[in-house]
């Protein structure tokens, strides 16, 4: 199911994650028939020199960086009307032009009055566009219309409350959907058919059987190119406000009343509100310094070209989360995120309990192992659980052994989270999109660690490591350590 034909507007169209994310995806879903045959591309941006030539040396350039094949390419090319339309000034006149502009392509092209607003702008601009939109009655059209929202949503609980205020005033929820990319990724979605298809499994996902849950989502890049957005924002924002609450809200959350955007949104929320106070000795805040990545010398972040020489930007947070709920209470859930660490990996470990009486402890060196399930989200997709089998022979012994399900083993390589995301725009499927009570909640959450206190420490961090080495003391502090590594 492709859905109906429209117009999809892009905003921001010169813009980076355009070029990297959104036309590669658009052009693989063309390939595959599943962008609704008839619709309209159209690119708006501020910039004046943007015609349709430029646009279309954007499109062919950005396909050929991701790598598309060429057939691919050309197809995309000869097959999609393609429009542009400069929003100069940002003014109402210029929005009432637009107005008129896309009345104009749909009349042409006999276009039922299916509209997507892709709003792919930097945080600055989202409010003005927003308004823009509504001011010149863009909000409605003879068909559906529907806004997609990037991340990042507001800066803060204060500034995502107004732009939801805003943005309600000229669109239901129903005609909203905001981005976080992750919940387009398949092993992220698959959490839920893990969870609630494989009773063995949520048989045992309880305080009574978990010891702790560790989210660890490690990148080996450093800010690159992006220290105007990224000084301000810092790792809180960037990654733990959107992605690590939203994992953490698929993995702890109860069994939804049916598999739709309701029942699940209405539990990613129970389970935030069953969050306790994050306190700053939960914390534990790292910047990068100079190190290695790759066999590479790498700069650390405040030689990184636009950042503040004296920066207290973290680009790495640990920390601690309670879910006072019946299910998880007394269970501590570990999260990490950070820039230009050891290895690019986004991985779940579910600790498991240890055996209450350990016969075997007389007989093995290393006594306890306990059972830990894996779930690798990225890369190398799939899940390991960990069990002890008898090593054959004497003396007695035990090992730790491993079983494993690898996604692209069985299934080839997996669809990019945008061509999923873009779809269930097209199709009006609001299951992974962010609800608006959502993402206040989200920020809720974090309201007073959004930033590293003034008296709070911001740990040095080689590029390279798995982080500040203070972090150990987080599931330290329970006899534990990190299992990701
Ligand atoms: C983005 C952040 O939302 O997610 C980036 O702004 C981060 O800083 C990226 O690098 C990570 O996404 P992925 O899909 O590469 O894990």
Not at 16 to 33: I, M
Not at 97 to 105: D, K, S
Not at 148 to 162: I, N, Q, W
Not at 407 to 416: A, H, I, K, N, R
Request: hydrophobic share 45%; glycine share 8%; charged share 25%.
């Amino acid at each position: 199911m492709a859905g109906d034909p429209h117009l999809l507007v892009v905003m921001g169209f010169t813009g980076d994650l355009v070029r990297r994310k959104l036309l590669p995806a658009l052009a693989r879903l063309l390939d595959r028939g599943q962008w609704p045959p008839g619709s309209v591309l159209v690119g708006t941006s501020r910039d004046p020199g943007l015609d349709e030539a430029r646009a279309r040396e954007l499109v062919a350039e950005a396909l050929a960086e991701a790598g598309l094949a060429e057939t691919t390419v050309r197809r995309f090319l000869e097959a999609l009307p393609l429009a542009v339309h400069t929003v100069a000034d940002g003014t109402t006149a210029d929005y009432a032009a637009l107005a008129g502009r896309l009345e104009a392509i749909e009349a042409e092209r006999g276009l039922p009055g299916n509209r997507v607003f892709y709003l792919a702008l930097p945080p600055q601009a989202l409010a003005a566009a927003i308004a823009g939109l509504g001011q010149a009655d863009l909000a409605r059209s003879r068909g559906w219309t529907r806004v997609v929202v990037e991340k990042p949503f507001g800066h803060d609980l204060g500034s995502a409350r107004r732009l939801n205020e805003l943005v309600h005033h000229s669109y239901t929820e129903d005609q909203i959907y905001r981005i976080d990319h992750y919940l387009g990724k398949e092993t992220v979605q698959n959490l839920l058919v893990f969870r609630f298809a494989n009773p063995v499994f949520e048989s045992l996902w309880n305080r009574d059987r978990v010891e702790s849950v560790e989210i660890t989502v490690a990148e080996t890049l450093g800010i690159g190119r992006r220290a105007s957005y990224y000084e301000s924002a810092g790792v809180v924002r960037d990654m733990v406000q959107n992605h690590l609450l939203q994992l953490l809200a698929l993995l702890a959350m109860e069994v939804p009343s049916a598999f739709d955007a309701r029942a699940i949104r209405h539990e990613k929320v129970k389970v935030m509100s069953a969050i306790g106070p994050i306190g700053i000795r939960d914390l534990v805040y790292g910047q990068y310094s100079v190190g290695q990545v790759d066999g590479q010398v790498v700069p650390g972040y405040r030689q990184e070209p636009g950042v503040r020489p004296d920066s207290r930007t973290p680009t790495y947070v640990a920390m601690r989360v309670a879910v006072d709920n019946w299910r998880w209470q007394g269970v501590p859930f570990f999260l990490r995120t950070g820039k230009r660490l050891a290895r690019q990996i986004t991985q779940v470990a579910v600790v498991f309990k240890r055996a209450p009486v350990y016969i075997f402890a007389p007989y093995d060196e290393c006594a306890i192992r306990r059972n830990v399930l894996f779930l690798t989200l990225q890369p190398d997709e799939g899940f390991d659980l960990h069990f002890q089998v008898k090593a054959p022979g004497s003396p007695f012994r035990t090992e730790t052994q491993q079983l494993r399900f690898a996604y692209q083993e069985v299934f080839g390589p997996l669809p990019d989270a945008y061509e999923t995301l873009l779809v269930d725009v097209f199709v009006g499927d609001q299951t992974l999109f962010v609800r608006a009570d959502e993402v206040e909640s989200a920020w809720a959450l974090c309201g007073d660690f959004l930033d590293p206190p003034e008296d709070s420490p911001l740990h040095e961090y080689p590029a390279g490591s798995w982080g500040p080495a203070e972090a150990r003391a987080l599931p330290g502090a329970v006899g534990s350590y990190w299992h990701v590594r």
